[in-house]
């Protein structure tokens, strides 16, 4: 089961049982077809949607999607994310992110940033090459860059420090 925030401030109670969606544990009769990658057709009560999937945060459970060329917001919560909200914890997933480590061994093919230099969470700080594959290694949070641990050419290991944030 799933709560669905959107951004209105209205919450939709979620629950899948076999092939039957319940919202508000009422059942939904609709019918969705895809008819893109990230699009789709809809139609509820005789009435017709077209839905994109404009942005996904699967982390954080936050989506954005264009239904019918308006944009809404969506945030989901399992029952894990409550029960962690009824016991306080709820922000213990969006503790500091102090540095970026190697996810691999491999060599550092570039480096986009330097000492002092704000990132956004998703902007690209390195290529890290592994297994001929070029792996862009992203922000995981907003933050200020504090040191750049490798330069281009540099071997690491899995699990080195490769930028450490303020």
Request: charged share 25%; aromatic share 8%; hydrophobic share 45%.
């Amino acid at each position: 089961m799933y709560h669905i925030q959107v951004e209105n401030g209205n919450t939709y109670q979620v629950e899948k049982k076999g092939e039957l969606w319940l919202v508000n544990q009422q059942p939904l009769q609709w019918d969705i077809v895809p008819i893109a990658p990230r699009c789709y057709h809809i139609l509820v009560d005789n009435k017709t949607f077209n839905a994109e999937l404009v942005k996904a945060d699967y982390q954080a459970k936050s989506f954005t999607f264009r239904i019918n060329n308006r944009l809404y917001q969506l945030l989901a919560k399992n029952r894990f994310d409550l029960l962690l909200e009824k016991m306080g914890m709820s922000n213990a997933a969006t503790r500091k992110i102090n540095d970026l480590k190697a996810p691999m061994p491999g060599l550092i093919l570039s480096v986009s940033v330097s000492e002092g230099q704000q990132v956004k969470k998703g902007d690209s700080l390195l290529i890290l090459e592994a297994m001929k594959m070029e792996n862009v290694l992203k922000a995981p949070a907003d933050a200020v860059v504090k040191a750049v641990k490798v330069q281009q050419g540099d071997r690491v290991e899995k699990n080195a420090i490769l930028v450490v944030f303020a």
